[in-house]
């Protein structure tokens, strides 16, 4: 017996610090409504000294919850030392697992079964309300600096590209089983956009960077993968994505061409056309008008299909013509995109990159009710954030040119970046003499100011004219008279492509925008623009002053 009592070990416990239900009662509520319960029978059962064992009870139930919460505190802090989370910690019927190496991400993308994630544990608050689990709490990109941020996305590109489907494998498939392999894989992980892919009129409104566009040419690729679909672009901002559309055009008035061009399409005649009108809600209102009827009203029997991008969030807003609310609740698709600061909230987007205002990949069908877009309740898109392993030119993870990498044929980068004009303008026949007669009275004058020494190889000054159209034709779409060398390289994309200003390679935007400096100097030299140098490199270019031939 002495022998027993030596080798015991005795542990004396205050009752005041350490629980006492708390042992057997783990749940933070379930304990207060115990010793609750324990005061007011004890109130209602002890005559006379209730009410003074009630407030007994209450100072021990008080300090029981209390000493419960920093038990389980300390058990959470003494799990996450040692590399587990909320939803990895084992429960304590459980026996604990020695810790496993995570596995290394392959250099390439694989692809693996993707194992079911096991239901998180709720984390207690004592006396409040429990918070959400990791799963369901809001983790946002909050970087402490422009490095973590950096590294954080590469991991993050990492990640997408080793869960995403392997694109080596499927480049193995004709395109039209690419396109159908990458529209069950997207629909698996919540982005069905299948049936979006067969019908006519799609519209996609929402919010300034909430990837309006990005959902319209992620169904267009597809589209042009899986049907033979032929993919024209209209525009009004030189903003398009590398995709080899069949044709493009960059300004107001190609809107109402394309809209005389589907008006004098036969029946039928058009099955294989796939019309993508941006930055619709900008145009004139008479244009918007007259594009909306031609679509609303006779565009189905062409056969062509139409995606058109607005803003907006009733019929007014978005250009419909009053009293075809009925036509277009049956003629028209419409889903909203969200950017992340809608998707997560003001509270949560203020700790964002640019206060969250990027794309959240989130969408929501919408219909019309009383002349306002209201979202229909369960039909809703996301797309996968495994379509995030490519870049765009700032860096920054892109849906269209990851979708892109399964699908080289359409990628416009891979053809020299040189996409055909829906509507070339045609060809000045009187600009090689007007140009020779300006030389001329330069040459003859009274007075001739020194000139400035440029080369004059015939390419160049071909090239030079052509640029001159080019920016006049600029500053006529866009109604402005002044444009800066600078602003022209951004938002002008034949001169962007040309110039190859959307290059990652810095040597390579450099030597374009020297050649464009040369460009424009040549145009003041031959009269084609005026150029006025302001200092500091820069330059701004508008029309030249009147002739005697007439305004140029």
């Keep these: 017996m002495a022998n027993l009592v030596k080798s015991t070990q005795f542990k004396v416990v205050d009752d005041l610090k350490d629980p006492t239900l708390g042992n057997i009662i783990k749940d933070e509520s379930a304990l207060m409504f115990s010793w609750a319960a324990l005061g007011i029978a004890a109130i209602l059962y002890i005559p006379g000294a209730g009410f003074i064992s009630a407030l007994a009870i209450s100072y021990f139930g008080y300090r029981d919850v209390n000493a419960t919460c920093r038990e389980q505190g300390a058990t959470e802090n003494v799990k996450q030392s040692e590399g587990f989370s909320p939803s990895q910690s084992p429960s304590h019927s459980e026996t604990t697992q020695p810790t496993q190496t995570p596995k290394p991400l392959p250099s390439g993308p694989t692809r693996e079964n993707p194992q079911e994630e096991p239901e998180p544990e709720f984390i207690g608050i004592p006396w409040g309300k429990p918070r959400p689990s990791h799963k369901e709490a809001y983790q946002g990109d909050v970087y402490a600096t422009p490095e973590q941020k950096a590294e954080a996305q590469k991991t ?44 006519k009129l799609i519209i996609a409104t929402g919010t300034q960077r909430s990837g309006k566009s990005t959902i319209i040419v992620l169904a267009g690729i597809l589209e042009a993968a899986l049907l033979g679909k032929e993919l024209r672009y209209i525009t009004s901002d030189g903003d398009i994505y590398p995709v080899a559309f069949s044709g493009i055009a960059n300004g107001a008035k190609y809107y109402g061409m394309a809209t005389k061009e589907i008006e004098e399409t036969q029946l039928d005649q058009a099955n294989n056309v ?55 609740k049956s003629e028209a698709v419409i889903v909203k995109a969200l950017r992340k600061s809608d998707a997560v909230g003001r509270e949560a987007a203020a700790k964002l990159t640019n206060g969250g205002r990027y794309p959240s990949g989130e969408y929501r069908r919408q219909e ?25 030119e700032q860096g920054n993870p892109c849906y269209v040119r990851s979708l892109l990498r399964y699908f080289p044929e359409l990628d416009a980068r891979k053809n020299g970046g040189v996409i055909p004009e829906l509507y070339p303008e045609p060809k000045d026949q009187y600009e090689d003499t007007r140009q020779n007669l300006e030389r001329l009275l330069d040459t003859d004058a009274a007075h001739p100011v020194q000139a400035e020494v440029v080369d004059e190889d015939e390419t160049l000054s071909a090239n030079a004219a052509q640029f001159a159209q080019i920016v006049l034709t600029h500053l006529k779409d866009k109604n402005i008279k002044v444009v800066s060398l600078a602003r022209l390289l951004c938002d ?61």
């Design 274 to 328: 796939v019309w993508i009108f941006d930055e619709v809600t900008k145009q004139h209102p008479e244009v918007k008008s007259a594009l909306w009827e031609q679509l609303l009203t006779g565009f189905v029997k062409t056969g062509a299909s139409a995606r058109l991008i607005t803003h907006g969030t009733t019929m007014k807003a978005i250009g419909f013509p009053a009293g075809m609310a009925d036509q277009v």
């Design 156 to 199: 993050a590109v990492a990640l997408a590209e080793f869960r995403a489907p392997n694109i080596n494998e499927l480049l193995n498939l004709p395109i039209k089983k690419r396109a159908e392999r990458l529209l069950a894989d997207m629909a698996l992980s919540g982005c069905n956009l299948t049936p979006y892919l067969y019908d």
């Design 368 to 392: 019309l009710n009383d002349g306002n877009l209201k979202d229909v309740q369960g039909e809703q898109l996301q797309i996968p954030d495994w379509l995030l392993f490519d870049t765009n």
């Design 492 to 552: 002008n994309y034949s001169i962007k492509v040309a110039l190859k200003q959307n290059s990652q390679n810095a040597d390579i935007k450099a030597k374009g925008k020297e050649t464009a400096r040369q460009l424009a100097m040549k145009c003041k030299h031959l009269g084609l623009l005026t150029v006025e140098e302001k200092g500091g490199n820069s330059i701004s270019l508008s029309a030249p002053p009147a002739t005697l031939f007439g305004v140029v």
